[in-house]
């Protein structure tokens, strides 16, 4: 087993990463035996930079990639002397780099709609940090498509001029998605969407899935791991896409599509408060007992706290936004996917089919219209999906798709 394992139908991105990681290993192995030092600059041949890039699709595991980089980079396996790759996925390095608890590895993630200047600027104060105990100062950004502009600009000077023991590794779907000036001082890795094979067997291998259950699973969100693995997992994320999958039989008329667009938000809203009910009054009941406040006592707060519970609160608000966003923008996808399959049986074409489980619906719908209308019923929830990225109100954007589905 080594950090590479988890990368599925990645191996050209791995065989990179692992040559950086060689390269990087050597430098500070170098500078370590000449007794110290700064590391310098790597050459222009090696295959190691100081900011990196990935890219790829939803699902195709950029984070995986980014996380299993940064533990390759803090190896230190014996085997290494040996001339064994880094990345062995055993040693101290590795594993505390991969389970999150490596003090030289900082992973940001965020449940908002954005990463704001404030929380940028605490990033590019690490980054100027030396390593506390590791070879190197690893920030993963795992959301860098979220960073606001003022942010963005923020985190460009710490990409142009990097601490020399410091590597960036940035995760973004594309790279329109990040500003040009940032991509064009990081090395860009681009990943693909795994095959549904390959998802089905890590699914099976890692998590102990049913073959059966798992191959469904892949098939259905069409290689994209971690959808997968919530499918496969979460019965209420199956009840949720089989609900999803009925809207196209329920848009027969004017009042049909109304309650079915009221019905997606509704549960979209009903995920956005399942998280809330999970983890708000965790987060709150820490803060008040950090503020002094006795736990569980509902008690008053000291004086000039206040202002720190709102925080809170309002990150709670914002939280609950992405999450309805997120619900809403899953179960778009997965009508999309609906409606390619229809497309697919109406041209005839020989892909494998995404909603095998429902291919009876599938097979009313495309006899029953044109492929030219299921084309704009496509464009319809993309529309959709654009406009609730512009912040249109989800009700009033989902209604308009569905009324759209119906006139086709």
Known sequence: MTVWDDLVGQDRVAVQLSAAARDADALVTAVSEAGGGPVGEPMASSKMTHAWLFTGPPGSGRATAARAFAAALQCVSPDRALGGAPGCGFCDGCHTALVGTHADVEVVR???LTIGVKETRELVRRAQLSPAGGRWQVIVMEDADRLTEGAGNVLLKAVEEPAPRTVWLLCAPSLEDVLPTIRSRCRLLTLRTPPVDAVADILVRRDGIDPELAASAARATQGHIGRARRL????RARAR?????KLPLRVDDV???LKAAQELVDAAA???KQVAEEVDAKETEELRAALGAAAGTGGRLPRGTAGAMKDLQDRQKRRATRTQRDSLDLALTDLTAFYRDVLALQLGSQVALANTDVRDVLERIASGSKP????????AITACRQALDSNVAPLLAVEAMTMALRAG
Do not use: Y
């Open 110 to 112: 965020t449940d908002m």
């Open 232 to 235: 496969a997992t979460d019965e």
């Open 241 to 245: 896409r089989a609900a999803v999958l």
């Open 270 to 272: 009903e995920d956005a």
């Open 372 to 379: 030219e209308r299921t084309l704009r019923r496509i464009e």
């Open 255 to 257: 009042g049909g599509c």
